[in-house]
């Protein structure tokens, strides 16, 4: 398998960007990765079709130490705009090497290491403008942590990840974050 091209898509989420990375593979698979830097996506954009993508294509992503390693001693000072570059590649080559062995990323890094992983609403403000706007959406943010559901602890959540959970299916979409669906 040989990564045959980089993608790039910046997504506008209101008050920031969410810049994303998808490697395309030769066998037809393809791995996403996040690269966003808040106010240095377009920096970070430019880094991964002009000089990440040089560096991945035409390449295993199995083998990842050796390109990333390569990356990273290559990229002199970067700092934070290089080094998001490289990640948001790297997190898409985790991804092609999960869907190629058809195993979560988790397990190819070392297993699973906590049953409940906290998490709290962010991002909840997108779109709004008006003070009264802010308002709204974060008492329906309140009303929302509130809610009665696996391991719920005042405003953040703990999740509780079922048997298989990092599968598509496994995941529902609510306001503000993802969050595992409880199969207890």
């Known amino acids: 398998m040989k990564i045959k091209r980089l993608e790039t898509f910046l997504a506008n989420a209101g008050l920031r960007n969410y810049l994303f990375v998808r490697l395309v593979t030769d066998t037809g698979l393809a791995g996403i990765g996040e690269a966003s830097l808040e106010w240095q996506d377009r920096a970070v954009e430019v880094l991964l079709n002009e000089w990440v993508a040089d560096r991945v294509v035409g390449r295993d992503p199995f083998d990842i130490e050796d390109i990333v390693g390569g990356m990273v001693r290559d990229q002199y000072q970067g700092g934070a705009t290089v080094m998001t570059a490289i990640s948001g590649a790297e997190i898409a080559m985790?991804?092609?090497?999960?869907?190629?062995?058809?195993?979560?990323?988790?397990r190819?890094?070392?297993g699973r290491a906590h049953e409940i992983v906290h998490a709290y609403a962010n991002g909840w403000y997108g779109g709004?403008?008006?003070?009264?706007?802010?308002?709204?959406?974060?008492?329906?943010?309140?009303?929302?942590?509130?809610?009665?559901?696996?391991?719920?602890?005042?405003s953040?959540?703990?999740?509780?990840?079922?048997?298989?959970?990092g599968a598509p299916d496994d995941r529902e979409r609510s306001p503000g974050s993802w969050r595992f669906l409880a199969t207890e």
């Open 94 to 106: 985790w991804d092609l090497i999960g869907k190629a062995c058809g195993q979560p990323v988790y």
């Open 108 to 110: 190819l890094i070392g």
């Open 128 to 154: 709004c403008r008006m003070p009264a706007e802010f308002a709204a959406r974060a008492a329906a943010v309140a009303v929302a942590a509130s809610a009665p559901r696996v391991g719920s602890t005042g």
């Open 156 to 165: 953040s959540t703990s999740i509780r990840a079922p048997p298989g959970a």
